[in-house]
């Protein structure tokens, strides 16, 4: 069985993504009622940072993480900076 693979900014990463589900559920609200485009395309901007700022986040923590467990990680850290 494997260990859950956790860091310090997980929870903030959840609050992210978190903000990014209710961004894009009030968006698809806002196109069902008929909403004006523009509202619409603001509330996906919000919906691209929340999820952009939890990738990166994540991302962050991870690398650092690698570089503080030592060389064994560096390919590990390697492979996820792909993803910035």
Known sequence: MTHPHRHASH????????????HLRSV???????R?????AQ???AV???IR???QTLIHDHMEHC????????????AIS???
């Open 11 to 22: 929870p903030k990463v959840i609050a992210r993504l978190k903000r990014a589900d209710g």
């Open 28 to 34: 698809i609200e806002m196109i069902e009622e008929g």
């Open 36 to 40: 004006s485009c523009r509202d619409i």
């Open 43 to 45: 509330q996906l901007q």
């Open 48 to 50: 691209e940072s929340a």
């Open 53 to 55: 700022n939890a990738k």
């Open 67 to 78: 570089l503080d467990a030592g060389e064994a990680d560096r390919a590990e850290m390697k």
């Open 82 to 84: 792909r993803y910035l």
